[in-house]
Each structure stands twice: as C-alpha cells, then as structure tokens.
C-alpha cells in the first residue's frame, strides 16, 4: 500500500488538517445544519391552513367539514367568505374553500359547485391540495351514491411506502458533500502550499510529487471519513433518516467516491494560482453537478438536452451508487455500472493531477 | 582539483512581464566553478538573477541553455541524485504552520528517509529550548537558523544559503555568520547570495559580482577590492566591497 515515507507524510498531513480546529467545525457545522435544514423542510409535513366559509347548512357540508379537521394536513378556520378573502390576502389564510347555500344540491342535473380560493402567486402546492380535496368530495359522493370506492387500494399502497423524501436525498447530500470537501480540501492545500513556498521547500528535497500525492490523498480521505461519520450518524441518530443497504458497502462507495474528487481538487488546484481562483474553478466543477446529478430529484426529470451529460457526471455515478445502497439495499455487484463509472473518472482525475501537478512557483 | 560545482553558459529565459510573446534571461551565460570547502558568495542587487542561478543548481528551476554539474552528476539529467546531496536553505520559505520544530525535522528527515536525532539538530543551531514551538512563533533570526537546521537534515556536501541574513538585526547577522563559518569549518561547501557587502567580504572566500543575469566580477574580497576599488583620497583605508559594488555595477542596490 503506502511507502514508509508516505506513510510518514500522510499522518503529518493529518496532524496539520486535525490541528486546524476551525475548518473541521465549519466542515462539520455545515453539512449538519443542512441536513438539518432540509429534514425540518421537507421531513415536517406543515399542515396547510384552510379557511372554510361554509353558508350550506346540509349533512354533506358538515360531514366535508368534519373530514377536513380530522385531517392533519390541514388547519381549519370557518368563518364567512367576506372575512376569509381579507385574511387570504392579508396571507394568513392559504387556500379559502367556499361551500354555497345551495350546497350539495344539483341543480339542472349539473354537480354542486364549491368553489376554492387561492393566490397563486403566494402558494405553490395547489397541485398537491386539489386533488386532496377532490379525493374528499368523491368519498362523500360514493356515499351518497352508494358506490364502492374503486382506487382506495392504491392510495393506500402509496402510504405504505415508508421512505421519506429525506431518505431519498439523504445519499444524494452525502454524495454532494464529499464532493465540496474533497475537491476544496486538495485544491485548497495545494494553491495554499503553493502560495506560501512550503512545496518548493518540499521538492528541493528528493521527494517525488507522486509521494506527495499519495500521501496527501491518505490523509484527507482519513479526514473525509471522520466527517463523513459524523454526518451520517446525525442523519441516522438524530434525523432518523433510514439507510437499507450495507453500510460498510455505503462506506466503500463513499471512499471511492472521495479519492475521486480528492484527484479533480488536485486537477482544481494545479490550475488555480491564487486563493480566489481556486474558489471560482471549484465553482464551475462543482455547482453543474449538484444541479445535474441527481442529488434533489431523478435525473429522468430533466430536460433531454442535459441528460446524456447529466448521465456521465462523477457525482451521478456517485450519488446513483450510494442511493441504490442506501434506499434500494442494493450490493456491490448490483451497482458495477455506477462503480465502473467511478473507476473511469478517477483513472481520468489521476492521470491529469499527475500531469498538471505543479509544485513550482506559478506566476499569479 | 576538480570542481564541485560546474556551472558552464547557465541561461534561463523567462517571459516579458510587459510582453508575454518575448522574452529576456534572467540569467545571461554564467559560468563558475566552486571548489570543495569553500565558502562561495554571489553577490549583487535584486533582480541579477543570483536566486535563479542557485534554483537551477538546485534542481528547482529547469536549465534553459548551458550546464551544471554537481560532484559529477548532471543536474539537468538527474536532480533527484543531486537533491540527496545538497542542503537548501530557500529565500523566504514557510514551513507548515500546524507543525512544531521537532514534527517538522522529523518530517524532512523522512524526505531522505533518515531517522533523525532532532534536538541533535536544533542544539546545531541553537534553538533547542524551542522545540515545542511552532515556526511562526520564531523571531527573523530563529527562522533563518531553523531553516538552515532543516537543511542539513540530510547532512550535506553542499550548502546553499539564499540572502540567509536578509532582515535580521546585527546579532541575529552575527550569530548566523557564526553558524556558516563553524559548518565550513566541519568541511561543508557553502555557496550563498547576497546583497550585503559586509556579509560578502567577511564570509566568503571567493565572490562573483552579478548583474543584469551576467557576472560581472569573480575573485577573492581583497584581490577585488585591489583591482576595483578606488583609492579614497585622503583615508587610511583602501575602501571595501562596496566600493568594488558601486565601480562594477555603477548603481547602488535596487530595492
């Protein structure tokens, strides 16, 4: 495996990554208050508040009533329709369902008409809550009716599902952020190395800049590790975030995972000649893939145009790797695609670190 | 006696600052030979090209024309055989600021693979009581004489010091001059730049006056000062290496 010498020089390089005490609570800081961030956002379904003016005073109203308290998506306020408005444009109300006086009687053959009021502008998940509420309408008019409801099997199956959004994005943010640790802390170490003259004072000595590589990718991948578990076991421990698959499979992918971008922050690096650029190319490796892997929602939802790009990104090998794991129990064997796509990207990543890797004084 | 340096036409071309399509040397065909146990000086202003010259006898600059052969090996062919011999001690270097002293030359022992003894080596220098201490903790005079423990980690033939007393106070100077002249004594070859008359005259035995990336003088201090120095008219003395400086170059030293 590694040299004596590179031996020496990766646990060195770990004393001075452990001694900086700041950056690993910042590294460790974010990440969590992300995570954190999208448990509350998204995990907490937040029950959307429905003012309900009802001027019908028949069964069915009480019985639509009654089902949407009972329902904690919703927090009912009743109140006249004049009123309501007010409120749902002073934004206290979301969505204002208005039952007329007439409701539920059919006049002319044609169906009750209840109306839903609602800025459009101001919320956005009326997608979601019109059918919710056309759900409720259609029990009770099976009832009336009658009728055996047809499709309650497959609403239910849905439900079973336990997984939640989290547990879906919750490989993809790992992923993500294994990326920006691994190409800002290779990068970053090499441009400041650089900078301060410490790699001239190195290879005037016979060290070989593949020791030094070596060696710098061993110790930041003991580093990304010790973050990576922090990480995960808040997202186990506190969030309680499900993983299926093997963990120590999930921690092999993610080891892969890191030398990989460990190599494209050394490329970074190698281009980099200050401080401020290093941020601005890490940028432009780093912000497409968030958007273009896969990390937020499946890369079949986008635009044909990015796709076959999206689909060659190393974050999509990474993410779509670790996901299997993690929500589909997938092993090792069944992700050799995501894995060989890993492979391919480090070869690439390795051979051009090892090329571009300057260790001389760049004129800035 | 053969040379243990050999320095013959050494060229280095860098781009124009103004127009990056030309280009203007650095260093402009220098050619000298030092001999084993010397203490050998390269003086001159900034920007004569003095850093560079010992960067591509260092293996850290690549050698655009002529050739440097040190203790017999190419330095073009193999810097790697070269580096194991030769102790650098560079211009303004830092070292990694989360190290203490005794991790650091601990670290640089292992670059030549060595196990080395390191408060042996910061007694050598005198900074034993700061063993514990980080490197930016050091006043100008501990880092200069830190930086030179480092380099002899590896114990080398071949000493090279670039302005080593640069910024530091006249005991700091005095103290590292101390330190140069005890390791010459033990048998170390020392080449080193400098812009500091004084320094030139009392450390080395030979000098090479460089300026615009030539040189422009090479002898003892005193033959110098013989040839080039201008009787002061009424003064006892014949003037010093300053003198020599001033004749040679016609400018005082551009900071």
């Known amino acids: 495996m590694l040299s004596k010498l590179q031996r020496h020089l990766a646990k060195d390089f770990m004393k001075i990554f452990l001694r900086d005490r700041q950056s690993i609570f910042f590294s460790l800081f974010f990440p969590v208050v992300f995570l954190s961030i999208f448990a509350f956002v998204r995990g907490g379904q937040e029950p959307i508040p429905l003012g309900v003016a009802s001027e019908s005073d028949s069964a069915v109203a009480g019985q639509l009533i009654q089902s949407l308290r009972e329902d904690p998506a919703f927090v009912v306020v009743t109140g006249g329709e004049a009123e309501l408005r007010e409120q749902l444009i002073a934004g ?50 099976r009832q009336q009716r009658g009728e055996a409801p047809m499709f309650s099997l497959e609403v239910e199956n849905v439900q079973a599902l336990s997984q939640s959004y989290l547990d879906f994005l919750l490989p993809g943010l790992l992923a993500m952020m294994l990326m920006q640790l691994s190409v800002a802390g290779s990068g970053y170490n090499v441009v400041e190395f650089r900078r301060k003259g410490i790699l001239k004072r190195l290879f005037v000595t016979p060290l070989r800049p593949r020791d030094f590589v070596a060696a710098i990718v061993a110790a930041r991948l003991g ?42 922050g050394f490329c970074v690096g190698s281009i980099a000649k200050t401080q401020q650029s290093i941020m601005a190319i890490g940028n432009i490796v780093i912000f497409p893939q968030i958007v273009l892997s896969g990390v937020f929602y499946p890369i079949d939802a986008m635009p044909a145009l990015v796709q076959p790009l999206a689909q060659v990104l190393p974050l999509t090998f990474v993410v779509s790797g670790m996901r299997d794991i993690a929500i589909a129990g997938a092993s090792l064997l069944e992700i050799v695609p995501s ?12 051979a051009l670190a090892a090329r571009m890797f300057v260790w001389k004084d760049v004129a800035a | 006696m053969e040379p243990i340096i050999h320095a013959v036409d050494l060229v280095k071309r860098y781009p124009l600052p103004e127009d990056k399509s030309r280009k203007f040397a650095a260093v402009d065909g220098v050619s000298f030979a030092i001999f084993e146990r010397e203490i050998y000086g390269i003086l001159g202003p900034n920007g004569a090209g003095k850093t560079t010259t010992l960067e591509m006898l260092e293996g850290l600059n690549d050698i655009d024309g002529g050739s440097a052969v040190i203790a017999g090996i190419d330095v073009a062919r193999d810097p790697y055989k070269v580096k194991k011999l030769i102790g650098v001690q560079l211009q303004a270097s830092e070292y990694f600021e989360k190290l203490n002293l005794i991790e650091l030359l601990k670290l640089f022992g292992a670059l030549y693979s060595r196990d080395i003894d390191a408060m042996e080596m910061l007694a050598k220098v005198d900074l034993t009581e700061k063993a514990k201490a980080r490197p930016a903790n050091l006043s100008g005079g501990q880092k200069q004489r830190f930086s030179i423990a480092c380099a002899l980690v590896n114990v080398p033939r071949i000493l090279f010091l670039d302005e080593p007393t640069t910024g530091l106070d006249p005991q700091a100077k005095r103290r590292l001059w101390d330190l140069v002249m005890e390791l010459n004594r033990a048998g170390m070859t020392i080449v080193l730049t400098t812009h500091n008359m004084e320094e030139a005259e009392f450390l080395c035995g030979r000098i090479a006056i460089m300026d615009h990336g030539r040189i422009v003088a090479e002898d003892t201090p005193a033959k110098l000062i013989d040839q080039y120095a201008p009787e002061p008219p009424a003064a006892p003395l014949k003037g010093n290496i300053e003198d020599v400086f001033l004749a040679l170059t016609g400018h005082a030293l551009r900071d």
């Open chain 1, 223 to 264: 580093i990304v590790l010790i973050q990576l578990t922090v990480m995960l076991a808040f997202a186990l421990l506190v969030l309680r975030v499900n993983i299926i698959g093997n963990l120590a499979e999930f921690y092999l992918v993610a080891i892969g995972a890191s030398a990989v971008f460990l190599t494209i």
């Open chain 1, 92 to 141: 206290e109300q979301m969505l204002v369902l208005v039952l007329p006086a007439d409701f539920p009687a059919v006049d002319g053959g044609g169906a009750a008409r209840a109306r839903l009021l609602a800025d459009t502008s101001q919320f956005n998940q009326l997608p979601l809550v019109e059918p919710m509420l056309e759900k409720k309408l259609m029990v009770i008019e």
């Open chain 1, 339 to 350: 894995l060989i796509g890993m492979g391919v990207w480090f070869v690439i990543g390795f």
